[in-house]
Nanobody
Framework: QVQLVESGGGLVQAGDSLSLSCAAS????????MGWFRQAPGKEREFVAA????????LYAGSVKGRFTVSRDNAKSTVYLQMNSLKREDTAVYYC?????????????????WGQGTQVTVSS
């Protein structure tokens, strides 16, 4: 079992920055990839970014590339999502997830452990 707890969401204005954290516990070694997804009201949950615990390989959705940065602290079993130049369309509940296969890092089906989500609201 892997437990994931997100934190850091909130209400910000367009153009602001926000940092999310995801603390992992349990059998974290059993899952090599950590992903960030988001879900806006009435929309499907979509991929945002992913990172590997070993090596720190990263992958980003086109809509956030250049604005968001995913990183990890292995000693703390924590993954971060630094979000800069936020836009109204970034408003969503953000989830972190633990998965296994890098080739499918952008696919929801690759992840079998999910956090409870944290709300990010960007106002204009």
């Amino acid at each position: 079992q892997v437990q994931l707890v997100e934190s850091g969401g909130g209400l910000v204005q367009a153009g602001d920055s926000l940092s999310l954290s995801c603390a992992a516990s349990g059998r974290t070694f059993s899952r090599s990839i950590m992903g960030w997804f988001r879900q806006a009201p009435g929309k499907e949950r979509e991929f945002v970014a992913a990172i590997t615990w070993i090596g720190g390989n990263t992958l980003y959705a086109g809509s956030v590339k250049g604005r968001f940065t995913v990183s990890r602290d292995n000693a703390k079993s924590t993954v971060y999502l630094q979000m800069n130049s936020l836009k109204r369309e970034d408003t969503a509940v953000y989830y972190c997830a633990a998965g296994q296969t890098w080739a499918y890092a952008s696919s929801r089906n690759n992840y079998d452990y999910w956090g409870q989500g944290t709300q990010v609201t960007v106002s204009s």
